[in-house]
C-alpha cells in the first residue's frame, strides 16, 4: 500500500519562509507527476504547484515566484520551497502522486497524503 506522508507545515507571519515536504512510502515502481494542492476554508481545493518525472514545473499564478517545487526521486519525495509567505496562502496543503506499482502495470494510481496546515499571520 503506497502512502504519502507531508511535512513542514506551521505557523508563520506574513514574509517568512516554510518548506514542505511529501514522502511517499510502499511498494512504487515509479512516480509520474508529483503535485502540491491546497485547500483554504470555505474555499475549493486548488493545485498550487507539479512537477513531472522529467523535471518540468507548473505553478498557480498566485504563487509564481514566490514558491518552488523540487522532486528527490532516491528518497521518493517531493518539496514545496514557500517564500514571501502572504496571509491569502493560509490553507491545508496536500500532496498527491501519480504512481506506477509495477514495470508491467499499464496506467498510474493516484494517492493523496494527509495534509498539512499552513497559517500566514499578518
Known amino acids: 500500500q503506497v502512502q504519502l506522508v507531508e511535512s513542514g507545515g506551521g505557523l508563520v507571519q506574513a514574509g517568512g519562509s516554510l518548506r514542505l515536504s511529501c514522502a511517499a512510502s510502499?511498494?512504487?515502481?515509479?512516480?509520474?507527476?508529483m503535485d502540491w494542492y491546497r485547500q483554504a476554508p470555505g474555499k475549493q481545493r486548488e493545485l498550487v504547484a507539479g512537477?513531472?518525472?522529467?523535471?518540468?514545473?507548473n505553478y498557480a499564478d498566485s504563487v509564481l515566484g514566490r514558491f518552488t517545487i523540487t522532486r528527490d526521486d532516491a528518497k521518493k519525495t517531493v518539496y514545496l520551497q514557500m517564500n514571501s509567505l502572504k496571509p491569502e496562502d493560509t490553507a491545508v496543503y496536500y500532496c498527491a502522486s501519480a504512481v506506477v506499482l509495477t514495470a508491467t502495470m499499464r496506467g498510474e494510481n493516484r494517492y493523496w497524503g494527509q495534509g498539512t496546515q499552513v497559517t500566514v499571520s499578518s
Open positions: 510502499g511498494s512504487i515502481f515509479s512516480i509520474n507527476t
Open positions: 512537477i513531472s518525472r522529467g523535471g518540468s514545473r
